[in-house]
C-alpha cells in the first residue's frame, strides 16, 4: 500500500517544542515496521519541516496515497481533523487512519469528533496498524475488522470498539525506526524501553505499565546508526524512566563509552530521583550525558505524597547535588494546582524549587489529561477544581487555560509560575543564568507576561480575578523561603 504518515503542525507556536528540531519517533517507528512488510511511506513531519496545511494538501495530492495516517497529541488534535478533512476533500477513497496518545484515551469521542477519519488505532501501534492495512487491502469487511484486538471504527453510524490488545509488539524485533526526514534534524529521541510500573496521578502511560526493554546490542546498534546521520547530535532518550533497571542502565552506558558517543552526541533523559546514585551519574556524564530531567512536582510532603509520585524531598536534594557534582544539568519539573492544593503549599512548592537549586526548573500548572486520575476526579467535581475549558488547544503546561481551584485562580498560579521562575535565579545569586533564560526563551517569556497582565486569555476569555497583590508578589519572590 501507499501510505503517508503525518505529524500535525502545532496549533499555535507557544512553547518551544512546537518547533521540534526532532523528527517524531512514532512515526518513524510505525514507518520502518510496516515496510518490512511490503508497504511505501512517506513520512511528513509538519513541526519538524514547518509545514502548514497547505504545503501537507500539496504533498498528499502529490504522492496519491491510498492510505493516512495521522497522529496527536492533545494540543494537536483539532490540526488532525483538519488534516482528516483535506485529504477526503482531495480524495474519498483515501483511508484515514489515526493514533497515538489522545486518540488512544478517547476513542470513541474522537471518531464521533471527526467523521473524516475511517478507522482509530489504540495503544502501541506497530503490530495494529500491520493487521489493519492486511484486513483493508483484503475488503476491510466487519468481521475482518472485529478479529482486530485494539481497534475502533465505524459501522454505519455505529462506532465499534475491538478487544484491547495485550502488550504484544515485540520490541526486539522492531527495525531501526525510519529517520526518512533525518536532513531537518539536529536531534534526535531513542527509546531503550517502553512503559512504566508508577502511578502518579497526573499522567497516562501510553506504553503500558510493565517495563518492557530493548535488548542492549539493539539500543546501541541504533546508536551507532544515529552516530553515522551526523556530527553534534543532541539526543533525547524517551524512555519514562531510564535509569529505572541499574544493571541494564550500566550496560548501556558501557556500550556508549566504548562506542566513543559523549564525542559525537550530548545526550539527555528522564529519571526519577529515586533511581540515581553516584556511581550511574559518573558513568552517565562520560557517556554522554548533559542534562537529566526528573519530575517532582511539589515542593509541599502533603501534596506530594498525594500525588503518588512516591518520592520524597530529601530524595530530590541528594540528586540534585549529585548530578551538579558530577558534572551533569538537572532539569526539575513541578506542577501547581494538584487536587484541593493551597496557596500556601503552592509557595512551598516555589521555594523548594529555588533552595533545591537545579539548573533549570520547569513549573507549570495541573492540566487534566485524559486519561490521568487528575481528569477523573476533574470530571466527579472533586479536587476543589473548577474546569476553564474543554478546548484541546490549551491543553499544554505552561500556557494553558483550563484548570483553577477554587481557592487560587488560573491568573494566580500564573502569578506563582513567574516568581518560581524568577526566584530560582534570584534567590541563588544566578543573574546570569536568569539574563541567558530570558534571552533564551525571550518568545515564551514575552508571552508569559502579556498573559499575566492582560485581562483575557489569547482565545478571548475573560482571566478570572487574582489576590496575590504586587506587595505579595515581592514578598513571594524575595523574602519567604
Ligand atoms: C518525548 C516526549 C515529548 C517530547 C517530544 C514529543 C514528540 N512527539 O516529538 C516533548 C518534550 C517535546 C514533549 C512535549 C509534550 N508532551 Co510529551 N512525551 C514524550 C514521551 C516521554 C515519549 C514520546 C515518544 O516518543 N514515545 C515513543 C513512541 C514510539 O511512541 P508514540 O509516539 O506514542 O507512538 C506509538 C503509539 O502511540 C502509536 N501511534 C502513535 N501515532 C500513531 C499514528 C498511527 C496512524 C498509528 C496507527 C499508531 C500511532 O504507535 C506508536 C508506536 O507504538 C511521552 C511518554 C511516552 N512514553 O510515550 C510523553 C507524552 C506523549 N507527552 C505528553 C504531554 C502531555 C506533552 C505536552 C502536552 C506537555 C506540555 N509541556 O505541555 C507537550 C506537547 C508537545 C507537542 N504538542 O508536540 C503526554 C501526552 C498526553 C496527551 N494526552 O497528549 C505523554 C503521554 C506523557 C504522559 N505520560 O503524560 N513530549
Ligand atoms: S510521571 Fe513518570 S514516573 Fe510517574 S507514572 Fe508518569 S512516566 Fe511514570
Redesign the pocket.
Known amino acids: 500500500m501507499n501510505i503517508i504518515l503525518i505529524n500535525p503542525p502545532a496549533y499555535r507556536q507557544v512553547e518551544e517544542y512546537d518547533l521540534a528540531t526532532w523528527q517524531h519517533l512514532g512515526i518513524g517507528r510505525l514507518s520502518s515496521y510496516v515496510q518490512k512488510f511490503g508497504h511505501k511511506v512517506t513520512l511528513i513531519d509538519a513541526k519538524l519541516q514547518r509545514l502548514g496545511m497547505p504545503l501537507i494538501r500539496k504533498i498528499i495530492e502529490e504522492k496519491e496515497p491510498d492510505l493516512v495516517g495521522l497522529t496527536a497529541m492533545t494540543p494537536d488534535i483539532y490540526n488532525t481533523y483538519t488534516i482528516a478533512r483535506e485529504i477526503k476533500d482531495i480524495n474519498k477513497r483515501i483511508t484515514t487512519v489515526i493514533g497515538g496518545c489522545h486518540a488512544t484515551i478517547m476513542p470513541e469521542t474522537t471518531l464521533r469528533e471527526e467523521t473524516c477519519l475511517d478507522y482509530l488505532v489504540i495503544g502501541e501501534g506497530e503490530r495494529t496498524f500491520r493487521e489493519l492495512l492486511d484486513a483493508i487491502t483484503n475488503d476491510a469487511s466487519i468481521e475482518l475488522l472485529s478479529q482486530i484486538k485494539g481497534i475502533a471504527f465505524r459501522a454505519d453510524s455505529e462506532i465499534i470498539k475491538t478487544e484491547t490488545r495485550p502488550w504484544d509488539v515485540h520490541i526486539e524485533e522492531l527495525p531501526i525506526p525510519d529517520w526518512q526526514l533525518h536532513s531537518y534534524a539536529t536531534h534526535y529521541k531513542l527509546e531503550t524501553s517502553r512503559g512504566?510500573p508508577?502511578?502518579?496521578n497526573y499522567?497516562m502511560?501510553v506504553l503500558g505499565e510493565t517495563v518492557r526493554y530493548f535488548p542492549t546490542a539493539k539500543v546501541l546498534n541504533e546508536l551507532k546508526y544515529i552516530m553515522k546521520l551526523k556530527d553534534n547530535l543532541l539526543m533525547e532518550i524517551v524512555d519514562?524512566?531510564f535509569t529505572l533497571n541499574h544493571k541494564r542502565t550500566h550496560e548501556i552506558l558501557n556500550g556508549m563509552i566504548e562506542l566513543g558517543v559523549g564525542k559525537k552526541i550530548r545526550w539527555f533523559c528522564s529519571t526519577?530521583v529515586d533511581s540515581v546514585n553516584r556511581e550511574l551519574l559518573k558513568k552517565m556524564k562520560k557517556a554522554g550525558c548533559y542534562m537529566v530531567c526528573f519530575?517532582v512536582e511539589s515542593g509541599n510532603p502533603r501534596v506530594l505524597e498525594k500525588s503518588k509520585?512516591n518520592i520524597k524531598l530529601r530524595d530530590v536534594l541528594s540528586a540534585v547535588k549529585l548530578t551538579r557534582e558530577v558534572g551533569i544539568k538537572s532539569f526539575l519539573s513541578f506542577i501547581l494546582g494538584h487536587p484541593d492544593e493551597k496557596l500556601e503549599e503552592m509557595i512551598d512548592t516555589i521555594n523548594f524549587a529555588a533552595r533545591s537549586n537545579p539548573h533549570i526548573a520547569s513549573i507549570g500548572t495541573m492540566v487534566p489529561y485524559p486519561g490521568t486520575e487528575i481528569a477523573e476526579i476533574v470530571e466527579k467535581g472533586a479536587g476543589n477544581y473548577r474546569l476553564l475549558s474543554k478546548d484541546w488547544t490549551e491543553y499544554n503546561r505552561q500556557f494553558s487555560y483550563v484548570l483553577e481551584l477554587n481557592d487560587v485562580s488560573k491568573r494566580d498560579m500564573d502569578k506563582l509560575q513567574l516568581i518560581g521562575m524568577l526566584k530560582l535565579y534570584v534567590h541563588n545569586y544566578r543573574f546570569l543564568d536568569l539574563i541567558k533564560f530570558i534571552f533564551r526563551y525571550w518568545r515564551e517569556s514575552l508571552r508569559f507576561f502579556k498573559m499575566i497582565f492582560s485581562a483575557r486569555t489569547e482565545s478571548g476569555k475573560n482571566i478570572s480575578f487574582s489576590r496575590i497583590s504586587v506587595l505579595q508578589f515581592v514578598q513571594i519572590l524575595f523574602f519567604k523561603c
Open positions: 512504566c508508577f502511578k502518579c499522567c502511560r519514562e524512566t526519577r519530575g509520585k
